[in-house]
């Protein structure tokens, strides 16, 4: 079997796909516990709340928890993972906040609960 498409059918079927708007994500919230996160596309600024670790145990030695039972995060000054361009960060077993203001470009989460933005 052989397709016939005419080049006018072409030419319009090419046209509708470049005019077609292309679909836009908007940024999460909340924010999954674990990643890394471009500010912009995947996040909007703002202060988030998270009810603090993922861990379903906790591990102290000499109580003090471990890191494997923390949440941990950090904000960056640059969108990549670079340690040298680290904001922020905090470590903690319960709740916390994250600033994720307008000068921030990446934000990661590790081992914590979702962060919903605070209105």
Not at 12 to 19: F, L, Y
Not at 27 to 39: E, R, Y
Not at 82 to 109: L, Q, R
């Amino acid at each position: 079997m052989r397709l016939h498409v005419t080049r006018a059918a072409a030419v319009v079927a090419v046209a509708a796909m470049a005019s077609a708007a292309p679909a836009s994500a908007e940024p999460m919230n909340p924010i999954p516990g674990n990643g890394f996160f471009i500010v912009g596309p995947d996040i909007a600024p703002g202060l988030y709340h998270t009810d603090g670790s993922a861990s379903g145990f906790q591990v102290w030695v000499n109580d003090v928890p471990t890191q494997d039972s923390m949440c941990l995060w950090f904000t960056y000054s640059t969108p990549d993972a670079n340690k040298d361009n680290v904001v922020a960060t905090n470590m903690s077993v319960g709740p916390m906040y994250a600033n994720i203001n307008s000068t921030v470009k990446a934000f990661e989460s590790r081992n914590c609960q979702p962060w919903t933005r605070v209105p």
